[in-house]
């Protein structure tokens, strides 16, 4: 199913980004490292979802799990044997390895908050979702909703910690310029659609299978959150 997909690319980001830390941490010496908040945040948020009315839906291919290791030493050595070349694409940091590309935000323009002072939300809720996980902390905000079992997952970070992993493999990655904003977009294989920009002060990122018109149209009108 669609949403399977989804998760898959969660996890497989969730996986980037730990070896990642542990690359640049250099691997091969004996002593201890702390993975970034985000990383913890995201393991955080799957161990609650066992509690979640939603929880099947990481489950669909439980299996997944035993090949965790598997997934780890695949990361491992394409990273090792492809080296990275950074680039900027759509004012982010932009490495790119042999099966993922890794996003930081751009830190060497400009000034920008190091915590959420401002919080955004979408312009509208599309009809039919319904808001099924909610995480707010001085430097992330994420917004998980669900149609049936179509989810809609909404991000907001300061651009201090901001780091991520997006597969290169199966997705398209292009970038895009709306309203005189640029977006670095991923198309998924299942016809999902990952949007990614930096509006100056925050990092933000939208992922749905909404028509793609729906989902430039909750980008370029996103607004100041309401009390």
Known sequence: MAETNMYDDILRQA?????????????????????????????????????????????????????????????????????????????????????????????????????????YELPYIPEGYELADESVTDKDATYLYFREEEPLLFDQTTKDIYRTSIDNEYTIQTTEVYNGQDYYVNEHKDGSYTFIWDNGEYIFALTSYLPKETIVDLCTSLKVKSE
């Open 15 to 119: 996986f980037c980004e730990y070896m990642d830390e542990r690359l640049e941490s250099d691997i091969y010496r004996e002593e201890e490292f702390e993975t970034s908040e985000s990383f913890e945040k995201k393991m955080t948020k799957m161990i609650k979802s066992q509690h979640n009315v939603y929880h099947k839906l990481t489950l669909t291919r439980a299996r997944k799990v035993l090949c965790v290791a598997a997934i780890i030493v695949a990361l491992l050595l394409s990273s090792l044997s492809v080296g990275a070349v950074r680039e900027i694409v759509a004012n982010l940091f932009v490495k790119h390895y042999s099966d993922h590309d890794k996003l930081t935000a751009n830190k060497e323009e400009g000034t920008y908050p190091t915590e959420l002072e401002t919080l």
